[in-house]
């Protein structure tokens, strides 16, 4: 008797390119059966400020402050903002407030 133990035989693929300074420049995604995405980021400094989809259109704005992600800016013109809390877990986030666009659907 033949035992299946029901986990996939097929799998996505994911793929990192980094700098040589270790920052990650490239994120490619690859479903199984399915067309690659690919993600490209800008740096400032040590911080990925710009992220840009697949025909290198902008997908998101990244801000900081003092080494803190303050928001973060999509293409849909949503504001994600981080709130921190300095005196719990060395600067984590502890929460994040999304604004859409006014006007939008």
Known sequence: MKKTTGLP??????????????????????????????TSYAYDGMYAVLEFGGHLDLQ?????????LLARYDAAADSHYYHHDVEVQRN??????????????
Do not use: H
């Open 92 to 105: 984590s986030p502890v929460g994040v407030r999304i604004i859409p666009q006014l006007g939008s659907d």
């Open 60 to 68: 998101y704005k990244y801000i900081y402050a003092n080494g803190l």
């Open 9 to 38: 035989t097929t799998y996505d693929t994911l793929w990192f390119t980094y700098c040589g300074m270790g920052k990650r420049i490239r994120k490619i995604e690859k479903p199984y059966g399915g067309s690659s995405d690919t």
